[in-house]
């Protein structure tokens, strides 16, 4: 079992940045899953935004954040971050953490492959 909670969402200005954390606890080594974010708005599906693997070797982005967010975990603090820049109006969302058991050597993207999840933090960016 592996309880995530999510920090650092907020309000934010068009162009500013933002850190969000997820601190794993739980029974489980959280160094044995891939970790990813997750965003959803109002009325829309949840949609894939990063994904890092167990070694944090490999990471993966949605295109529409390439080039302003960063994923990265650090295993000792069991906390996997997101850094957001270059903010924009449609980043808005309720962002989420998972975990997957890492099961292949890339770390998945589909929501679907994730087992736990966060409840997740409203990250609001004002235009």
């Known amino acids: 079992q592996v309880e995530l909670v999510e920090s650092g969402g907020g309000l934010v200005q068009a162009g500013g940045s933002l850190g969000l954390a997820c601190t794993a606890s739980?029974?489980?080594?959280?160094?044995?899953?891939?970790m990813g974010w997750f965003r959803q708005t109002p009325g829309k599906a949840r949609e894939f935004v990063a994904t890092?693997?167990?070694?944090?070797?490999?990471?993966d982005y949605a295109d529409s954040v390439k080039g302003r967010f960063s994923i990265s975990r650090n295993h000792a603090e069991k906390t996997v971050y997101l850094q957001m820049n270059s903010l924009k109006p449609e980043d808005t969302a309720v962002y989420y953490c998972?975990?997957?058991?890492?099961?292949?050597?890339?770390?998945?993207?589909?929501?679907?492959?994730?087992?736990?999840w966060g409840q997740g933090t409203q990250v609001t960016v004002s235009s």
């Open positions: 890092i693997n167990w070694n944090a070797g490999k990471t």
């Open positions: 739980g029974p489980t080594f959280i160094s044995n899953y891939d």
């Open positions: 998972a975990a997957a058991l890492a099961l292949n050597s890339h770390p998945p993207i589909r929501e679907n492959e994730y087992r736990y």
